[in-house]
Every structure is written in structure tokens, then in C-alpha cells.
């Protein structure tokens, strides 16, 4: 059965959270991919940086839904989502605007449990990490791959 380590590549193209963001825009084009990992300094994961992301910034800033109740306004969006919202269209820094706590896998996690987590939750890509630290990254194409190989011959 393949699992995670068998996929992943272990070349993994990061940022930083204080990497520009035009930077890391170029960097997922220059290299077609859908995200990156967000990493500091002892490269431990800190987060995870999207496409989408970064075509968030091209949204315009969302009023928060209101409704009337006995002559008062009530918010239907809460205040930290409005203000999360509004970080990430204005962000110029990847910190701004990654995703923090990623969903991650380990090494050893198999290819059937990994496509139920990219199906499941809507994922292009997964961080693989072991012990704490990054190792490598799952993405669509490399479970794509693996259909192209066929069924394993055992």
C-alpha cells in the first residue's frame, strides 16, 4: 500500500510569513503550484499559502450582513471574520494572509486517507510532517500521478 512518502515531493519550495506577497505569488506561478508552505525559522510549519489566497486580495471588502430586531442592528457575521476578511484583501505580507494550522499528513499516512482529506475538505495540497518538522508536500498533481502508474504489481 503507498502512503505519503511514496508520493511526496521533498523539495518543498516555502516562504516565510514575512515574505512579500507579491513574492510569493510569483513563486506559485513560476513554479505551477496551488500552494506553499508557510515555514519559520527553525522551518517548523507555521502555515500554508494559496492561490486562493492570494485571489482573495482581488475581493472587495464584504459589509457584514445586518438584521433589524425592536429598532436595533444585529451583525450576522462576527467582527473577527469581517477583520479577517479584511486582512487578507489588504495583505501585503504572506503572514497576512496564509492559512494558519494547516491540515497536515504524515509520512505513513496512505493515499486512500489523503484523497479522502483533499475530497473531504476541498484540499490541493497537504504539508506531510514528521516529528514537528516539515518533510515534504502533497499535491493534486502527485495523487494524479499515481493513477497514471496504474495499479501497483505485488
Known amino acids: 500500500m503507498q502512503t505519503a512518502q511514496d508520493i511526496m515531493t521533498r523539495d518543498v519550495i516555502a516562504v516565510t510569513p514575512d515574505t512579500d506577497i ?7 506561478l513560476e513554479h505551477r503550484i496551488n500552494g506553499m508552505p508557510v515555514v519559520d525559522a527553525k522551518q517548523r510549519l507555521v ?50 494572509a496564509m492559512t494558519i494550522d494547516p491540515v497536515t499528513v504524515r509520512p505513513e499516512t496512505t493515499l486512500e486517507e489523503i484523497a479522502a482529506l483533499m475530497v ?16 515534504g508536500i502533497i499535491g493534486k498533481e502527485d495523487m494524479l500521478r499515481t493513477l497514471m ?6
Open 149 to 154: 502508474s496504474g495499479p501497483s504489481k505485488a
Open 47 to 96: 502555515g500554508i499559502v494559496c492561490q486562493s489566497d492570494m485571489i482573495a486580495q482581488q475581493k472587495r471588502i464584504p459589509l457584514p450582513s445586518l438584521f433589524t430586531l425592536l429598532d436595533g442592528y444585529i451583525s450576522l457575521t462576527s467582527a473577527k471574520q469581517f477583520e479577517k476578511e479584511v486582512q487578507k484583501i489588504a495583505a501585503t505580507q504572506v503572514a497576512q
Open 120 to 135: 473531504g475538505k476541498k484540499l490541493h495540497t497537504l504539508p506531510v510532517v514528521d516529528k514537528g518538522a516539515l518533510v
Open 22 to 28: 507579491t513574492h510569493a505569488t510569483k513563486l506559485l
